[in-house]
C-alpha cells in the first residue's frame, strides 16, 4: 500500500539580485522612480506568492513591510504596497 507523503512546508529564500544593468539614461527623473518602484512591488509580490498570500485584502501594509525585511530589501513606501495589492489583485 503506498503511503503519501505530507507536504513539506516551502520556506522563502533570501532574495539574490541578478547582475545589475546600468539603465538607460537620458529620461526624466520621475521614469526611474517609478522603474525601481515597480521591481521591488514585483519582487514583493513574487515573495508573497510564494508565502501563501494570494489576496489583496491577506496583504496588510504591515505584512508587506515584514516581507521586504525578510527578504532584505528597504521597508517599502505606503504607494509602492497600494502597487504591490495591485499586483496581487491582477495576478489571478
Not at 529620461?27 to 522612480?33: A, E, G, L, N, S
Request: aromatic fraction near 6%; hydrophobic fraction near 35%; proline fraction near 11%.
Amino acid at each position: 500500500m503506498p503511503t503519501t507523503a505530507a507536504p513539506k512546508s516551502k520556506l522563502i529564500e533570501p532574495f539574490v539580485p541578478l547582475e545589475k544593468r546600468p539603465l538607460p539614461a537620458g529620461r526624466p527623473r520621475k521614469w526611474y522612480v517609478t522603474h525601481n518602484r515597480r521591481l521591488k512591488a514585483m519582487r514583493l509580490t513574487i515573495a508573497l506568492l510564494d508565502s501563501g498570500v494570494y489576496l489583496p485584502n491577506q496583504a496588510s501594509n504591515e505584512r508587506i513591510r515584514r516581507t521586504a525585511d525578510l527578504i532584505g530589501i528597504r521597508p517599502p513606501s505606503d504607494s509602492t504596497c497600494r502597487l504591490v495589492r495591485t499586483l496581487l489583485r491582477y495576478s489571478r
